[in-house]
């Protein structure tokens, strides 16, 4: 084989060679850069404003000021988030129904400023034997102040349950022969707050079965033999609380 025969062999041996290693390399067109995936945190509100609206179940009757269950609250969200101010404004009195309610708050006037607004109210209708009609007429009334007193934004707002005071030593002893009744009733208010806060993506807390177990457990009760105990609230606190910690979520 002569020199320049040589060299020809290996020049096309070389040609061959690059084309061959351009078909492997994969073009750079072919690359696609996906950016990693982020997931944006849940931020809670810095300073939480809370107000609790209510009866005689939310301003603690027979119990201690930081015993009933908007205290409770209060002080478990400052342990849950010690780097906020939280405060806390209670309209409720004893013996308020839906109609003393909106009559208050009216008055009041407060600010619609609250990051969280809980609702409590009923059991006085049931109590005074006021026209179902009164209730279906004034509880859609107060979910929508809630709503406009929690800053217009109805996922601050969370209505808990009339408690069954039938369960009680008063609903058993003054009340003779009415638990059943009592009962029936709240069940009856319970079920249109329910139902109308469904419909209207409101949160709704169920706790009437923790007062339920009231006769069997009366550390339930508190010492006027009506009403719930501090140890009922904390109930009330724990089963709210996971609701509270979504509706602080920004």
Not at 96 to 117: C, F, G, H, R
Not at 158 to 178: C, E, H, N, R, W
Request: glycine fraction near 6%; hydrophobic fraction near 35%; aromatic fraction near 10%.
């Amino acid at each position: 084989m002569t020199t320049e025969f040589k060299q020809i062999v290996i020049v096309l041996f070389s040609i061959f060679l690059m084309s061959c290693s351009s078909d492997e390399m994969p073009s750079q067109n072919n690359f696609t850069v996906v950016p990693p995936t982020t997931t944006t945190p849940a931020t809670v509100v810095t300073s939480i404003n809370y107000l609790a609206l209510g009866d005689s179940y939310t301003i603690g009757q027979s119990v201690c000021e930081t015993c009933r269950y908007p205290e409770q609250l209060k002080a478990s969200l400052k342990a849950l988030y010690p780097q906020n101010s939280i405060s806390l404004n209670v309209i409720a009195a004893t013996g308020w129904t839906t109609t003393n309610l909106i009559s208050e708050i009216n008055a009041q006037n407060p600010k619609s400023n609250y990051d969280l607004v809980t609702l409590l109210i009923g059991v006085n209708n049931q109590y005074q034997g006021r026209n179902f009609s009164i209730y279906e007429k004034e509880f859609p009334e107060l979910v929508t102040k809630a709503i406009s007193l929690a800053k217009g934004d109805k996922k601050n707002v969370i209505v808990l349950s009339i408690p069954d005071y039938a369960y009680t030593p008063f609903g058993k002893i003054q009340m003779q022969g009415q638990g059943e009744k009592i009962s029936a009733d709240i069940n009856k208010y319970n079920m249109f707050a329910e139902n109308y806060c469904s419909n209207n993506n409101v949160v709704f807390v169920s706790i009437t079965d923790i007062t339920r177990q009231g006769l069997l457990n009366p550390g339930l009760v508190a010492g006027d033999g009506l009403h719930p105990s501090e140890s009922a609230y904390t109930l009330f606190t724990e089963r709210m609380l996971p609701k509270v910690k979504i509706a602080l979520q920004n």
